[in-house]
């Protein structure tokens, strides 16, 4: 699959834009080779893959290390990185950190949360020619500040000020705005509003793509599983089973076996044993 320009991709209203994060070599690897438009690095390889219980303790180089691997496996992939928790909480700095996981770590857009308040942020990015994928809605770095991970815009301040940050956001840059954990109806009216594309998460079928964490679909997260996720495999009993089943041949000798093994010339041995 070609990849597509940022000014394609601002274009791409109604494309149904599949995405998915990977976080590693074969991960990425097999995301591309499904042919999934983009792969995003996302912060949430601190739970699903560092075990931490959010995105937060996430640093800098946890996300340039995963998105090298990850561009390692997708060499073609349009690449999306998370800029991750307080590393840009100034335009100065979010240009620093932009610059790791574009030139270091060769992401093609960086993907950070938040809505008007990040403005000067994006504008300072966008202007660098740094393309920026926003994110509203539930925006799990704060998610403490917002009660918790629980549906956001329920109510006319909620869902005013993701409106008004969705359009902040396309002002200022962007060339496509995450809706996570928005009603349906809401995520709607925000992908009529603005003229980029809105990639939802939890946020109805009205998006113009949608996005999910790889271990959810693939059942590989054994932690909680929100309810808009669709589970498409179950490879996490799979491996178990494979797991179990290796232990129990070591055990029982079954393992290796003739085919697994490799052989010595019998002259040799011979000679070997005379020693
Ligand atoms: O970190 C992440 O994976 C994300 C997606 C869930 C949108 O931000």
Redesign the pocket.
Known sequence: MKKPTVLELKRKKGARLA?L?AYDFPTARLVAEAGVDLI???????M?VLGYDS?VPVTMDDMVHHTRAARRGAPDAFLIA?MPFLSYASPEQALQSAARLMKDARADAV?L?GGAEVVPVVETLVKAGVPVLG?VGLT?QTASALGGYRLQGKDDEGARRIVEGAVALENAGCWGV?L?LVPAELAKLVTDRIGIPT?G?GAGAHCDGQ???FHDVVGLFSGFTPTFVKRYAEAGNAIRDALKRYAEEVRSGTFPGREQSFTINGEVLKRLYGI
């Open positions: 995405m994060t995003l690095v996302g912060d949430s390889l601190g699903v995105t998370d993907k949360e994110h799990p995450v996570e990639i998460i996005v999910l964490v």
